[in-house]
């Protein structure tokens, strides 16, 4: 899969690379799963990211090769193309839903853009240039929400990792003290005034202030896949609930 994502029902939702988004009940054991990309103007689409979900029950993800943005709506199970936010843009690899809105990474032939949209609607609030930020990495692997106020990207292959401030109308790039270059997947979903992260540079498993905007390192290695054998902690995959 290429996202997942808990609804406010208690149901896991995936969505990935075969054309489907797959619903399964914990409690029942059921699963069943929609296709995505058959109808209208979905048809040039073949791979969704990232699904999230909102309060209402409805479901965002992107789409790739001309970066869509789709709501889904699982009552009625049928699907709304919000069209492509950015022009030039192949790919939409993360879409995460806050308070109303969607936060989605467009990128592709030298764009890299971070929209805000409203969600009932689909209107482009925000269009945000990362291009500087970006360089050579070629899309944002994630979003995550560390508490109301801050959203972190982590750039494929762990190379790139930028923070915004979404507390206002606009979102704003920021410096938070302690942020590695290089991190492991994503940033936890905040807990009591703090969120984790996993450093592939040496610094292990590093700990954000909500209240400070500051990160410091644990004291706990994190191991890489090459040095599995060597007794520190290795880890893959993130730690948050942004794409996998």
Known sequence: PRGATIDKDG??????DKNYIF????????????????TGT???????????AA?????????YPNAHIVKYDPVSRTFTDFGK??????????????????????????????????ANT????????????????????????AGENVMFGCGNHLEKMIALDISGEEMKLIEIEGLPNSFN?????????????????????????VATRTVTETGIAVGTPDGADSGELTCRAGIGTGGW
């Not at 979905?42 to 999230?52: G, K, R, Y």
């Not at 309060?55 to 789409?63: P, Q, R, S, W």
């Not at 997947?185 to 202030?209: C, F, H, I, P, R």
Request: proline fraction near 2%.
């Open 11 to 16: 149901i896991l939702w995936l969505c990935g």
């Open 122 to 145: 689909g209107e482009v609030l925000q269009r945000l240039d990362i291009a500087e930020q970006m360089g050579d990495v070629e899309f944002l692997w994630n979003l995550d929400f």
């Open 185 to 209: 997947g994503a940033v936890s979903s905040e807990m009591n005034g703090k969120a984790y992260m996993m450093s592939v540079t040496g610094q292990g498993l590093l700990e954000y202030d």
């Open 42 to 52: 979905l048809e040039t689409e073949s791979n969704a990211f990232n699904v999230t």
């Open 55 to 63: 309060e209402d029950g409805n479901l965002y993800f992107g789409t």
């Open 23 to 38: 619903r399964y009940d914990p409690i029942t054991g059921v699963g069943t799963q929609t296709p995505i990309f058959r």
């Open 85 to 118: 936010p950015v022009e030039s843009t192949a790919r939409v690899h993360c879409c995460e839903y806050k308070n109303g809105y969607i936060y989605a990474a467009a990128h592709g032939n030298g764009v890299h853009k971070i929209v805000k949209m409203n």
